[in-house]
């Protein structure tokens, strides 16, 4: 079935550093999603992208839907301890049947 | 706006037993979906539900079932449970097919 690879698995920073991520697959996706997961809670989205090539902002947070359709990216700019989560990315097949997940990216901040 | 409520919240069951957990979509949404989600597996697709059809299933056995009512509340049933069923389930409800999905804080279920 179809798979994503999110990289990296897990990250360590000081407060204040920017943070980048990103998810590719071997097959095409209509859409990407970026979710949050704090301990104990479920998923929180952060930023929807619609369009190959879109790029779009949520405060600190940035996004890009690649060109390939294969890929996205997620930037973290001025990061604070409470961007500390798990980071999901997530896309819909080309038959919009499912959402596949990414194995998830571990972000600590330190202070 | 209230967002998607799933309950219980916490469950523990023996094996063998059944459950049902509950999901109540966001007012308006009429796609409902289930995942598992386990250290060690990840978010993995259960089924989805649109207008009280499952849409679409993953890759469970049958003791795996879900159902929506005419207002999208959904349950899912797990029967004849095993250990291996422990794991946060989370429901996610969505305007519609292909829309991005919000998610419950998920029911955390234990068997033991």
């Known amino acids: 079935g179809q798979q994503l690879n999110q990289s990296p698995q897990s990250m360590f920073i000081q407060e204040g550093e920017d943070v980048s991520m990103n998810c590719t697959s071997s097959?095409?996706?209509?859409?990407w999603l970026w979710y949050k997961q704090d301990p104990g809670e479920g998923p929180v989205l952060l930023i929807a992208?619609?369009?190959?090539?879109e790029l779009t902002s949520n405060g600190r947070l940035t996004a890009q839907f690649g060109i390939t359709r294969k890929d996205s990216f997620l930037n973290i700019s001025a990061s604070i301890p409470s961007d500390v989560g798990i980071y999901f990315c997530?896309?819909?097949?080309?038959?919009?049947?499912?959402?596949?997940f990414g194995t998830g990216t571990r972000l600590l901040v330190s202070p | 706006k209230a967002g998607v409520t799933q309950t219980p919240r916490y469950l523990i069951k023996t094996r063998g037993q059944q459950v049902t957990l509950s999901c109540s979509p966001i007012?308006?949404?009429?796609?409902v979906s289930w995942y598992q989600q386990t250290p060690g597996q990840g978010l993995q697709f259960l089924f989805e539900?649109?207008?009280?059809?499952?849409?679409n299933k993953g890759n469970f056995p049958g003791r795996f079932s879900g159902r929506q009512f005419s207002n999208s509340r959904s349950e899912m049933n797990v029967s004849t449970l095993e250990l291996g069923d422990s794991a946060l389930y989370l429901c996610?409800?969505?305007?519609?097919?292909?829309?991005?999905?919000?998610f419950g804080d998920g029911t955390r279920l234990s068997i033991l």
């Open positions: 007012s308006g949404h009429r796609s």
């Open positions: 539900y649109f207008s009280e059809t499952q849409r």
């Open positions: 097959s095409i996706f209509n859409t």
């Open positions: 996610a409800s969505s305007s519609g097919p292909g829309q991005p999905q919000h």
């Open positions: 992208l619609y369009k190959a090539g």
């Open positions: 997530a896309g819909h097949d080309t038959g919009f049947q499912k959402l596949v």
